[in-house]
């Protein structure tokens, strides 16, 4: 089974597309979005909380992030 090379996800058999470079060198994208993201954006995967990438390299880090954002409001200095 290949993976996506932007977002990490498995890909079916018959899904998705391959591309080969001059180099030799193959990538897979699972969907026209992880393409785009990757080959015309230029974006890195490891910036991207929807990828599988971005929460192994949060692991890594040690920043255990919930799932859910949290809204932090600090109050206004008073002098
Ligand atoms: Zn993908």
């Known amino acids: 089974m290949a993976t996506c090379s932007f977002c990490g996800n498995e890909l079916k058999e018959g899904r998705g597309t391959r591309l080969f470079r001059r180099d030799g060198s193959m990538l897979n994208f699972c969907t026209r ?4 993201n990757l080959r015309v954006l230029k974006r890195t995967p490891t910036e991207y909380k929807w990828t599988k990438k971005y ?25």
């Open 55 to 79: 929460a192994s390299t949060a692991k890594k880090k040690g920043k255990g992030e919930s799932k859910e954002a949290k809204h932090v409001v600090k109050a206004p200095d008073k002098k």
């Open 33 to 36: 979005k992880c393409e785009v």
